[in-house]
């Protein structure tokens, strides 16, 4: 049973398409959250939510809507896509009050042409 | 959160022990001293942490200065599964939304 699980775990699309990415865990956790892994393979958090409820947002364009339904879900849509979107987005879930330790899944990787 | 440095990359031969090190001289007395490693094509995968006291589980060992300015990742005994990238992240205990802020970490490649 995959704890967090994303999909798609491939996307290539054209510049200026809108495209979303899944993610669901199944660890019961309180708190979710998107990552971005550029090229040059520095990971950089982009939201944080908390019960459903963004609590942080890493001066991400815009462009950038997360989406949490319930606990659960974290998805993340992206509008009018760009060349500089290019990168591996990974979601991770934990509890907030706790020590601190974060699951991740297995990453999407996005391709904008 | 304070910042951590840590060496670029490190060769180690498979079934020999590895101590990676990371310096924090800037860490806070509430700072929690994580450590995350990533393999190839995955996602960060939890390691260990630790706050004063050496700790010990199943993946690895943490050791913790004294003055807490640094710490070493050690892994008993390395495999060529080990190898990837692995992050010392430090996080405050009053860490807005539990965030990790990952550095550039260390390349770790195990030779047979």
């Known amino acids: 049973d995959t704890a967090v699980s994303q999909t798609p775990k491939y996307l290539v699309t054209q510049m200026g398409n809108d495209k979303s990415i899944k993610c669901e865990q199944n660890?019961?956790?309180?708190?979710m959250y998107w990552y971005k892994q550029d090229s040059k393979k520095f990971l950089k958090i982009m939201f944080s939510y908390n019960n459903k409820e963004l609590i942080i947002n890493e001066t991400v364009p815009n462009r950038f809507s997360p989406k949490s339904p319930d606990k659960a879900h974290l998805n993340l849509h992206i509008n009018s896509l760009e060349l500089g979107d290019s990168a591996v987005y990974f979601c991770a879930s934990s509890q907030l009050f706790n020590t601190g330790e974060l699951f991740f899944g297995e990453g999407s990787r996005l391709t904008v042409l | 959160d304070a910042k951590t440095t840590q060496p670029n990359s490190m060769e180690s031969n498979e079934e020999e022990p590895v101590h990676l090190p990371c310096n924090h001289s800037t860490i806070s007395g509430t700072d929690y001293i994580h450590w995350y490693r990533q393999l190839p094509s995955q996602g960060p995968e939890y390691v260990i942490h630790g706050l004063t006291s050496n700790v010990n589980n199943r993946m690895a060992s943490l050791a913790i200065a004294e003055d807490r300015k640094s710490s070493t990742l050690i892994l008993h005994r390395a495999t060529l599964r080990d190898a990837a990238v692995y992050y010392c992240?430090?996080?405050?205990?009053?860490?807005?939304?539990?965030?990790?802020?990952f550095g550039g970490g260390t390349r770790l490649m195990v030779k047979p």
């Open positions: 660890l019961g956790h309180d708190t």
């Open positions: 992240i430090l996080r405050g205990a009053n860490n807005a939304g539990n965030m990790l802020t």
